[in-house]
């Protein structure tokens, strides 16, 4: 989820639930009058023209105000596949005016907030809930009806929607009416619901893709397989600066620990790396054993800016891990086993070739060309050198002055495959 997260205020959410957007277009986003046929309608044609589930669901709220459902309060909520979020949400209210969309992590599925809460029954077991919240009953039954009947809510209820994997998508409703939802009314929201549940399941599948295509190839190289570059051969030459970093002594690691061991040390590696590096917009294109390739495109970022971004990233990556070596985490091994951890990263600016690779069957959306080989043979240079972070003059030519000036250089170093050798300077 490398999405910003955002301040929540007015609203607040419980722990591991993060807003990742807002929308107050209010009342403006529908017509001033509908009917449930308009609708209906709606949902049948121009709702398909919309890719934005948070302005398709605010929109569609604000239709259902405006022919006169008594709905004041509405929540949705889908499963995904995500290797950091179990979900996505988004809810709105009349009430603020406000239509968010929000995800949770993989922790808020254990926190009592979820699970004292009634959507619990209906997301894991399927169930349809309806909570009196004019009674001390209902008001009673859960933190949050609580809190509704406080709001001046009278009635909430939830019910499934189609299952994803293991759990089912669900949405909620509340009203502030006297008496709640009348029986007929009851069974126009359904019928209404039932069509904006094809909706859902065409952004599910849409959703689910861009999050499989973003974790295996990130989220520059996925946005373009996605938009339909999946023949070998397509892709476009792009200046960069590639980064490349490698851990020390990882073949000795790996003889001395077992594999879990060993896969636990590099998921801690790769977590504080590919942080450093996503969160100074750089994408990372392959983890190779204990390397990772990345590069930082001159076209989106300027030449300045991705060198500078590139610099910045592998500072903050091994300050992230001299933080790690600092406090080992618990999970890990005996630090004795593994301690200190030190790693190379060197940067190089040049030409690469960003696009599909491989065989008829079977491709890789990757970058290849003579800067990244020249990459390889920097960060090579680490060890005997006796530095963690190198780059070549042609990064250092692109750096703004604060960060030029303060690099050592090294001198010129041949690096096999290049004719000339090249000046190294340690950042």
Same mark, same amino acid.
């Given at each position: 989820?490398?999405?910003?997260?955002?301040?929540?205020?007015?609203?607040?959410?419980?722990?591991?639930? *993060?807003?990742?957007?807002?929308?107050?277009?209010?009342?403006?986003? !529908?017509? %001033? $009058?509908?009917?449930?046929?308009?609708?209906?309608?709606?949902?049948?044609?121009? @709702? +398909?023209?919309?890719?934005?589930?948070?302005?398709?669901?605010?929109?569609?709220?604000?239709?259902? /105000?405006?022919?006169?459902?008594?709905?004041?309060?509405?929540?949705?909520?889908?499963?995904?596949?995500?290797?950091?979020?179990?979900?996505?949400?988004?809810?709105?209210?009349? /009430?603020?005016?406000?239509?968010?969309?929000?995800? !949770?992590?993989? $922790? @808020?599925?254990?926190?009592?907030?979820?699970?004292?809460?009634?959507?619990?029954?209906?997301? =894991?077991?399927?169930?349809?809930?309806?909570?009196?919240?004019?009674?001390?009953?209902?008001?009673?039954? %859960?933190?949050?009806?609580?809190? &509704?009947?406080?709001?001046?809510?009278?009635?909430?209820? @939830?019910?499934?929607?189609?299952?994803?994997?293991?759990?089912?998508?669900?949405?909620?409703?509340? +009203?502030?009416? #006297?008496?709640?939802?009348?029986?007929?009314? /009851?069974?126009?929201?359904?019928?209404?619901?039932?069509?904006? %549940?094809?909706?859902?399941?065409? *952004?599910?599948?849409?959703?689910?893709?861009?999050?499989?295509?973003?974790?295996?190839?990130?989220?520059?190289?996925?946005?373009?397989?996605?938009?339909?570059?999946?023949?070998?051969?397509?892709?476009?030459?792009?200046? @960069?600066?590639?980064? =490349?970093?490698?851990?020390?002594?990882?073949?000795?690691?790996?003889?001395?620990?077992?594999?879990?061991?060993?896969?636990?040390?590099?998921?801690?590696?790769?977590?504080?790396?590919?942080?450093?590096?996503?969160?100074?917009?750089?994408?990372? &294109?392959?983890?190779?054993?204990?390397?990772? &390739?990345?590069?930082?495109?001159? $076209?989106? =970022?300027?030449?300045?800016?991705?060198?500078? !971004?590139?610099?910045?990233?592998?500072?903050? %990556?091994?300050?992230?891990?001299?933080?790690?070596?600092? +406090?080992?985490?618990?999970?890990?091994?005996?630090?004795?086993?593994? *301690?200190?951890? $030190?790693?190379?990263?060197?940067?190089?600016?040049?030409?690469?070739?960003?696009?599909?690779?491989?065989?008829?069957?079977?491709?890789?959306?990757?970058?290849?060309?003579?800067?990244?080989?020249?990459?390889?043979?920097?960060? #090579?240079?680490? /060890?005997?050198?006796?530095?963690?972070?190198?780059?070549?003059?042609?990064?250092?030519?692109?750096?703004?002055?604060?960060?030029? +000036?303060?690099?050592?250089? =090294?001198?010129?170093?041949?690096?096999?495959?290049?004719?000339?050798?090249?000046?190294?300077?340690?950042?």
């Amino acid at each position: 989820m490398n999405q910003a997260v955002l301040d929540p205020a007015p609203r607040s959410y419980a722990p591991h639930v *993060h807003l990742l957007n807002r929308s107050k277009r209010g009342p403006s986003s !529908a017509p %001033a $009058k509908q009917t449930l046929g308009d609708v209906h309608d709606w949902l049948l044609h121009d @709702a +398909t023209k919309i890719d934005n589930v948070m302005l398709m669901f605010e929109e569609f709220m604000w239709r259902c /105000k405006t022919a006169d459902l008594g709905i004041d309060r509405c929540t949705l909520h889908i499963g995904t596949l995500h290797p950091r979020v179990i979900g996505f949400s988004w809810f709105w209210s009349s /009430k603020d005016e406000i239509c968010d969309e929000i995800a !949770a992590d993989s $922790k @808020a599925i254990t926190q009592e907030a979820f699970t004292r809460n009634p959507l619990y029954k209906v997301i =894991m077991q399927g169930e349809t809930i309806k909570v009196d919240l004019e009674s001390e009953e209902g008001r009673n039954s %859960a933190p949050l009806m609580g809190e &509704l009947a406080e709001q001046g809510f009278t009635t909430y209820a @939830a019910l499934p929607l189609s299952a994803t994997g293991q759990t089912f998508n669900a949405m909620t409703f509340a +009203t502030t009416r #006297s008496g709640g939802f009348p029986a007929d009314e /009851k069974e126009k929201i359904r019928g209404l619901i039932d069509l904006l %549940a094809l909706h859902v399941e065409r *952004h599910i599948v849409q959703r689910i893709a861009r999050n499989v295509a973003d974790t295996y190839l990130g989220p520059i190289a996925g946005r373009r397989v996605l938009d339909g570059e999946i023949r070998r051969g397509d892709g476009e030459a792009i200046e @960069a600066v590639v980064f =490349m970093s490698d851990m020390r002594g990882f073949t000795q690691l790996a003889d001395r620990l077992s594999g879990p061991e060993v896969t636990a040390i590099l998921n801690a590696y790769f977590d504080r790396v590919s942080e450093a590096v996503l969160s100074h917009g750089g994408d990372i &294109l392959k983890f190779m054993g204990d390397g990772i &390739l990345a590069v930082f495109d001159q $076209k989106a =970022m300027g030449e300045t800016g991705a060198a500078n !971004a590139a610099v910045k990233a592998s500072r903050a %990556a091994l300050n992230a891990i001299d933080a790690l070596n600092e +406090t080992p985490l618990e999970e890990l091994p005996d630090p004795a086993l593994w *301690h200190p951890l $030190k790693i190379g990263i060197g940067l190089h600016r040049g030409e690469v070739f960003f696009g599909n690779v491989g065989g008829e069957e079977r491709l890789d959306f990757t970058v290849i060309g003579r800067a990244v080989n020249e990459t390889s043979r920097v960060e #090579s240079l680490c /060890k005997p050198l006796g530095q963690e972070l190198l780059l070549t003059e042609p990064v250092r030519a692109s750096l703004s002055g604060d960060l030029r +000036t303060d690099l050592n250089e =090294m001198g010129e170093h041949a690096l096999r495959g290049v004719g000339k050798p090249v000046a190294i300077f340690a950042a």
